[in-house]
């Protein structure tokens, strides 16, 4: 597969640098999109070691900025390279309200708004690609969320940590229905799938010591492996195992197609979610590919 290319985000750490490992194997072109240089280049270096793949780099990618969002991609067309999978994997579960660079709240800021602009600005390369693949990372966590679409990146006073964490993950998994019936009706060939990647002791439950020093060390047995949840991603990614044939716009727990939230399927949110998000990014509503596509239309 040397003539593929993978993006991952968020792969310096935990699932992204399993998934790293996972994608390298098959000797692709690994981009490691992550915001901390230093981080990344030790991160590539044990995926480099692990898979025998020396073609895996790092690139700058802060989802806490849309603007560099936006550099990313300027710098990864600028390669000239293909784009094959897209894994939208980077997630981050915060303590205290906190706001981005953009001034939205944090976790819909990165987990949800920075992925669904670099999505967006991507599609004209996955879309030239063959055989193009987007794996988007939510959680179960989803299933107890629900969105006020008039109140999407809520201000501290109306801040839950645990319950802003689900509905960002809520808008990951809405993000991926909406984007595969918008490509769908393009006749695009890009297929999308989301995935929980299973309950999975990382630096996501850093800042809840409870978790992370008390619960999750003694329950350790029902956790999932981050290997097991790289295998997961890796699968999706792929789309080559006899299951996933002609399956695209669905929800996976780990390895199995499950059904998502009664909530999550709510057409008319989603599509109302893809609006504000389009307008939060400052993106055209409609998707475009090519020449005369979102990179151009928005000075990329
Ligand atoms: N672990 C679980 O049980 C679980 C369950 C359900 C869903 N998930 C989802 O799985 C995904 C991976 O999480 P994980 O458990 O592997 O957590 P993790 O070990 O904390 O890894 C998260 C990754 O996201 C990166 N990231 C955070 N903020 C970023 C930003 N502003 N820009 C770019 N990258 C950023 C982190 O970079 P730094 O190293 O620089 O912080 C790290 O590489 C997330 O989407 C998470 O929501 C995890």
Redesign the pocket.
Known sequence: MADKVCII?????????ETAKAMAKHMMKVIM????TE??EA?AKEVREASKNDDVVCMK?????LQ?VREFVQNFKAMNLPLNYLI??????TGPHST?EDGFETMFG??HL?HFLLTNLLLDKLEASTNPRIVV?????HARANLNINNLSVSAKDYSSTAD?GR??LC?LMFSYELQRRLDAKGSKIVVNAL???????????TFPMLDWVIFPLASFF??K?TE?AEASEALALGTASHLQGVKGKYFSVKDQVESSAFSKKVDIQQQLWEKSCEMVKIPVDIQFGNDGIGKSTNM
Do not use: M, Q
């Not at 999109?33 to 901390?36: G, I, M, S």
């Not at 939208?88 to 579960?93: D, Q, Y």
């Not at 990647?197 to 850093?206: A, S």
């Open positions: 985000t968020g792969s310096n750490e935990g699932i992204g640098k999109a992550c915001r901390n981080k990344c991160a990618l802060d989802l806490n900025s560099s939208n994997n980077a997630g981050i579960w981005t990165v987990n920075g990372v939510s959680s179960r966590a964490y960002s993950k990951n929980h990647p299973g309950v999975v002791h990382t630096n996501l439950f850093n956790l999932t981050a949840s």
